[in-house]
């Protein structure tokens, strides 16, 4: 199965190769990437030389590298994860948002439909449906109503794909996903972020009174369930992901807190985020019932993991804070990357 990933250098696109890889012995993947800040080929590290895989630079808002890449390869699947994605940084600035997740997925389903790809999938969010009270959970016919410039982005996207499906026939999936967790997370998201100061004895920024609940999904269950949309999911159906494990942010702080051994004094609580939903939380039942999949990871054991891999990859750590990681890619692709 030849299978083209897009943003396959971020952090579930990397667990996504790896795992196929893995897991797969019939799968080949080619990555096509632009490489901004958060997409690093190092994240692939564990894979090169593979005969499998295959690296190409550009950009899926760029439509003649894409008809390009299409027309050069027979591909049995399309998996798009080229995002951006942290909900501050849309504040600060929505076009990058606008231009990659809404754009860039056009120009991919436009370029798709014509090289007659067999099997799409969305790969989304559930930011997508906003924010849920103190009780209930996103199930699949959840109106969208996204609140964030990056959410609003993402549902876009989902319709554009439900449209290209309802109007073409286009076999196009999407699948919506809780808070990921795991090894190679880029260090601006909370629990990379959290961690990785608590090792440098540095204060962890805690939006508001920390009582914003969200679940969480490792990246690899994650990957298994986008695996069974590619391969078994019902094209025009949405899948929902979610680690059935709910969590305030304040208790994952407190948990990364004791875990790592540090005192609680190095909480500081700082202005709620804008528009900051309150709670998220996902029903797998469809994802059960259709595509035999669930969460494996429990949580716990889980976060210690991920806690040791950022422990034991220290050098990873400082070369993305750091920004070295972006010289020696800056020399390698003839100074074309994108530093968005």
């Known amino acids: 199965m030849l299978i083209l990933v897009t943003g396959g250098c971020g952090f579930i696109g990397s667990e996504f190769i790896r795992w196929q890889l893995a897991a797969n012995a019939d799968a080949r993947i080619v990555n096509l990437d632009k490489l901004t800040y958060a997409g690093n080929p190092e994240n692939l590290a564990a894979i090169a030389g593979n005969s499998r895989y295959e690296f190409q630079l550009g950009d899926i808002a760029d439509r003649s590298c894409v008809e390009g890449l299409l027309a050069c390869n027979t591909f049995d699947g399309v998996v798009n994860f080229a995002a951006e994605s942290h909900v501050d940084r849309s504040l600060l600035d929505s076009g990058p948002f606008v231009q990659t997740n809404v754009i860039g997925t056009q120009v991919l389903l436009d370029a798709c439909r014509q090289a007659g790809i067999r099997r799409y999938v969305q790969v989304s969010t559930d930011e997508v449906y906003g924010s849920l009270g103190s009780t209930g959970k996103f199930t699949e016919e959840t109106p969208l109503a996204p609140n964030s410039p990056y959410s609003a982005s993402k549902a876009a996207a989902d319709m554009l794909v439900r449209a290209y499906h309802h109007s073409f026939g286009f076999p196009a999936v999407i699948t919506r996903c809780s808070n990921n967790y795991g090894p ?7 629990l990379p972020l959290f961690i990785t100061n608590l090792f440098a004895d540095l204060q962890v920024p805690v939006y508001g009174a920390g009582t ?3 679940d969480w ?7 298994r ?9 019902k094209p025009g159906e949405v899948y929902n992901f979610g680690g059935l494990t709910e969590k305030t942010n304040l208790e994952i702080t407190h948990l990364l807190l004791d875990l ?9 609580y700082v202005a709620d985020r804008p528009g900051h939903d309150l709670r998220y939380a996902i029903d797998c039942t469809k994802a059960k019932r ?11 054991q889980g976060l210690r993991d991920t806690i040791e891999w ?15 990681y972006r010289d020696y890619y800056q020399q390698q692709y003839g100074g074309r990357l994108n530093q968005a």
């Not at 999949?293 to 716990?300: D, K, L, M, R």
Request: one cysteine or more; a positive charge.
């Open 260 to 268: 790592i051994g540090k005192p609680h004094s190095l909480i500081r």
């Open 290 to 300: 259709e595509l035999s999949w669930q969460p494996e990871v429990v949580f716990e």
């Open 225 to 233: 369930g986008i695996d069974a949309a590619l391969r078994r999911g």
């Open 184 to 190: 190679y997370q880029f260090p601006e998201k909370l």
């Open 212 to 214: 914003n609940v969200r």
């Open 310 to 324: 950022y422990r034991t990859h220290g050098d990873w750590v400082a070369r993305i804070k750091s920004g070295a």
């Open 217 to 223: 999904i490792h990246v690899t269950d994650h990957c």
